[in-house]
């Protein structure tokens, strides 16, 4: 990829894993207009060397949701772009091919529980906190909370958290699914970071695999769901990587999977 640049969002690459921070701490990272871009423009061409991303936030928040110090009034139609602008990019952040791990702690509302439930493994320390505070504000969800969210944790834990708009504790969170790890304070990063290595490790095509079928078998008819899965099956398992991995679990050593 070009050399990435933005002022609100810091990307680090540490050998095979891309670290992207949401970067203002100020506002505890909230969502705006030029975050949602570049979060589109890192996953439209993420870097080749690149094999897992890890999320996380800057200070003491992962990200506190909608910045609605910047909300404008907008007529139907430029709400709906951008809503679906929304779901576009993070769209590509579910199903782009690079397994990401997120790294929360703080504030993790609105639409930074949006961004976080379209990512594939979620840490959280104590401190973290959930929310879904909009219809508390008048407005109603548009990145994607009721399909993300609502696959974790349900329709009806959904409606309860948009309706009440309350907040939902890092242990509450663990129990419903938000997290998938929850650690002690201040060990989120490097927890995510000890995954997302662990995930590079893996064939690329297994990854490849895992993020764009998975979701999609979740929402066929079982035997369509069935049918996908045997086509995945039998595209991994015949592949080099498949190879190299059995011959390496027979041989008793660690395998080493070849990059593009």
Not at 221 to 241: C, I, W, Y
Request: aromatic content about 6%.
């Amino acid at each position: 990829m070009a050399k990435f640049e933005s002022d609100v969002l810091r990307f680090e690459l540490q050998e095979r894993v891309a670290i992207l921070t949401l970067d203002r701490p100020e506002k505890g990272n909230a969502v705006n207009t030029r975050l949602i871009e570049a979060l589109n423009r890192f996953f439209q061409s993420p870097p080749s060397e690149a094999r897992a991303v890890v999320l996380c936030g800057e200070g003491r928040h992962f990200c506190a949701g909608l910045d609605l110090s910047e909300h404008k009034e907008r007529d139907p139609v430029e709400s709906f772009e951008t809503s679906r602008y929304w779901h576009r990019t993070l769209d590509m952040v579910e199903l782009g091919g690079l397994p990401v791990i997120t790294a929360m702690k703080g504030a993790v509302m609105g639409g930074g529980l949006e961004i976080a439930s379209a990512t594939h493994v979620r840490v959280a320390e104590p401190s973290a906190i959930y929310q879904l505070p909009e219809g508390r504000r008048g407005i109603f969800v548009g990145g994607g909370a009721t399909v993300r969210v609502t696959r974790i944790i349900g329709a009806g834990r959904t409606t309860e958290m948009m309706l009440t708009g309350r907040r939902v504790s890092a242990e509450e969170g663990q129990a419903l699914g938000l997290s998938h790890y929850l650690v002690e304070e201040g060990e989120a990063f490097d927890k995510a970071v000890e995954l997302a290595e662990t995930i590079a490790d893996n064939a690329p095509m297994v990854n490849a695999m895992v993020l764009g079928a998975i979701g999609r078998i979740a929402d066929m008819p079982k035997q369509e769901g069935l049918f996908t899965e045997s086509v995945a099956s039998a595209l991994t398992q015949t592949s080099g990587d498949a190879r190299t991995g059995m011959e390496a679990f027979l041989d008793r050593r660690e395998a080493k999977f070849e990059r593009d």
